[in-house]
């Protein structure tokens, strides 16, 4: 009987170990406990799970990422089916070629796979609820060894698609799907802001929200609602928060049930 509990105990921690189990969350739950990253693991491109350059370290109850290397920290478990609330707020600080970019990261959910196996060594293979100046709250298709899809209601301006709610219902997307008040001028340029931006000015806290009900995705910024997708390939995974050239902060990574959250705001302009 002992060396049988021993055997189940094993099987449960290998498929926890290697992705195969999800966890839906049952209750309120810190990601981040303020204090360390206990439950995160780092990981850097060209230097795998190592941090000697302390891109991601944690004072005064804030998670600080100097954006000096690109990559990530992500969670050590899976999790399905949840209302993810992400508090942050931009630094000041840019690097390398992204220097006198828009300030750029993103979170990562549904993130599956080895690590670096996406964007030339750098992230997992996800759905990105994307952070940029001016196009926070885009949907991005993060491929690695398979390419995540979705399927939207979407207007196209171009060569761009954007989430809209009274849009053509489209399948197979894996381009990037525009959040709903993207500035079809927007431009790769430091401090960007477009005249229909939700994303507070640099240095106030931002508070972005990611609805994961099975195959769906909404996203809420600030409280209004800026995104979403149906019909998606990945429904579970880690979830990563971005290194990637701009310094940011994070107060709150917080995860609750579906039943128990907010609902999703009505669409507002």
Do not use: C
């Amino acid at each position: 009987m002992h060396l049988l509990r021993l055997t189940i105990y094993s099987v449960l921690f290998s498929l926890v170990a290697f992705g195969q189990t999800a966890i839906t969350p049952a209750r309120k739950t810190a990601l981040f406990n303020g204090k360390n990253l206990n439950g995160w693991y780092p990981w850097i491109k060209g230097e795998g799970r190592t941090d000697t350059s302390k891109v991601f370290t944690v004072s005064k109850g804030i998670i600080h990422i100097s954006g000096e290397k690109w990559g990530g920290i992500a969670t050590n478990q899976e999790f399905k089916d949840y209302h993810l609330v992400v508090e942050w707020r931009w630094g000041t600080k840019t690097w390398g070629d992204r220097e006198k970019r828009t300030r750029d990261s993103g979170i990562l959910i549904h993130a599956v796979g080895e690590d670096g196996m996406a964007s030339n060594g750098t992230w997992l293979e996800s759905l990105e609820s994307q952070i940029i100046e001016g196009g926070t709250g885009d949907v991005l298709f993060v491929a690695g060894k398979n390419k995540p899809t979705g399927s939207a209601k979407i207007r196209e301006l171009g060569k761009e698609i954007y989430w809209d709610p009274n849009g053509t219902p489209t399948d197979n997307i894996t381009k990037r799907l525009d959040w709903w008040g993207r500035s079809p001028n927007w431009k790769d340029e430091l401090g960007f802001r477009g005249p229909d931006d939700v994303e507070k000015p640099v240095g106030e806290w931002n508070r972005q929200e990611i609805y994961a009900d099975g195959d769906k995705l909404a996203y809420v910024l600030n409280g209004r609602l800026v995104n979403q997708a149906y019909n998606l390939s990945h429904r579970q995974g880690k979830i990563q928060i971005q290194s990637e050239g701009a310094e940011i902060f994070v107060r709150k990574v917080e995860l609750q049930p579906l039943k128990s959250a907010p609902p999703i705001p009505a669409f507002r302009r």
